[in-house]
């Protein structure tokens, strides 16, 4: 079992719309999780990291539930240039490694 | 303050060629890792470097090698390049271990014939 799954998509959301997608991790001991945003051939850069009470930023929220082991992202009031690959990531601290989904692909049309 | 830099963007090799992908942070971190990108599978960790001197293997880090001369450089070696190593490769560093953010280069796009 990959130790990060994300449905790839794509998830097509008309603009103003609200999209939500759910990433699993496999390692109940990880610890810490982030997502990233990606877009078109360009480098993954940090949108945030999910806490265990949630957070939100602007018109992102991130949820945390451990006991279903599963993170998530919500995006409300879609805009055109949301449209990326948003990547789960998970950490386990002791292994020095972040463990990446393969991306929820997220189109968002007008 | 330039970030992450890698070099070359762009590369087409042979297969046997050798050739190395250079990263370069000013951002003084001191963990470094180099990924690789392929369509459906997402990012795979090659190696890690936690400091100067320090370097580790990730999920697939046959075929390539890596050092850690100094803070700013991580420089990756591809030994005997074949056509599995056609990819996108990414550096990127943190200030310290296994954080969420990572800084990433723009990336390195390979193409092995």
């Known amino acids: 079992r990959k130790e990060v799954e994300q449905d790839p998509g794509p998830f097509n959301v008309p603009e103003g719309a609200t999209v939500a997608f759910n990433c699993t991790y496999s390692?109940?001991?990880?610890?810490?999780f982030f997502w990233y945003r990606q877009d078109c051939r360009k480098e993954p850069k940090l949108l945030m990291s999910v806490y265990s009470s949630g957070n939100e930023d602007g018109r992102f929220t991130a949820q945390l539930n451990r006991a279903s082991q599963y993170i998530s992202l919500l995006i409300r009031d879609s805009k055109l240039s949301d449209s990326a690959t948003y990547l789960c990531v998970a950490f386990l601290h002791g292994n020095n490694r972040l463990a990446f989904g393969k991306g929820n692909q997220v189109v968002v049309i007008p | 303050n330039a970030g992450v830099t890698q070099t070359p963007k762009f590369q087409v090799l042979k297969t046997g060629q050798s050739m190395t992908l250079q990263c370069a942070q000013d951002m003084n971190h001191e963990y470094m890792s180099w990924y690789r990108q392929d369509p459906g599978m997402g990012l795979r960790l090659i190696h890690y470097s936690v400091g100067a001197g320090i370097t580790d293997q990730g999920e697939v880090p046959n075929g390539y090698n890596v050092s850690r001369s100094t803070t700013e450089d991580f420089p990756l070696r591809l030994l005997s390049a074949a056509p599995s190593q056609t990819s996108v490769y990414f550096c990127a560093s943190s200030y310290e271990s296994g954080t969420g953010e990572l800084f990433f280069g723009e990336g390195s796009r390979l193409t092995v014939l």
């Open positions: 390692n109940s001991a990880s610890q810490s």
